[in-house]
């Protein structure tokens, strides 16, 4: 029995042996391990303070981004817009400036031909046979009468040649009767 005894003794024993040389090889393990969870604490205390200033910094840099690019693009739309105006000005002075030269060309021949006309020799007049207008006497009843019914006959000729209706011939006496 002693047998048994002796070897439960040593393996006791050597459970203990063993035992403690991993507790002797696990202490500087255990040290390294509680540093770096000093280590790991410090970090997450640093996070904690410098963080969020810095998302507030990021954040607020966010914001200035978005403004300065509202502004650049209203920027851009002022500078279409000042742009579109200079090219209406331009077409309206290229359009004013082919007035300017119609109207000198115009004042031009204009020139030129009052300058002929000026400068022609004139015709010679022809004596004429009619009367001075003070000179001429005056119409008789009779031929103001003959004069009247021509004008009439012209006048219903060109009615008649103008107008497309059946009863002009009727139109026409009934407008002679009532002078």
Request: proline share 4%; aromatic share 6%.
């Amino acid at each position: 029995m002693i047998e048994p005894l002796f070897w439960l003794g040593l393996s006791l024993l050597l459970v203990a042996t063993s035992l403690t040389a991993v507790l002797v090889a696990a202490i500087p393990a255990l040290q390294e391990l509680a540093r770096a969870a000093r280590s790991a604490e410090k970090l997450f205390d640093t996070l904690s303070r410098e963080l969020p200033p810095t998302l507030e910094a990021i954040r607020v840099t966010g914001l200035e981004i978005t403004d300065l690019t509202d502004d650049v693009s209203e920027g851009v739309k002022s500078a279409s817009q000042v742009v579109k105006q200079v090219d209406q000005s331009l077409d309206s002075a290229r359009i004013q400036a082919q007035n300017l030269q119609v109207g000198t060309r115009s004042i031009l021949i204009g020139a030129k031909a009052a300058w002929k006309n000026f400068t022609r020799q004139k015709p010679v007049r022809r004596t004429s046979d009619r009367l001075p207008s003070n000179e001429k006497s005056p119409l008789t009843l009779r031929e103001r009468e003959v004069l009247k019914q021509e004008n009439r006959r012209i006048k219903a000729e060109v009615y008649h040649a103008n107008d497309g209706y059946k009863d002009t011939a009727t139109w026409e006496t009934n407008f002679d009767d009532e002078d």
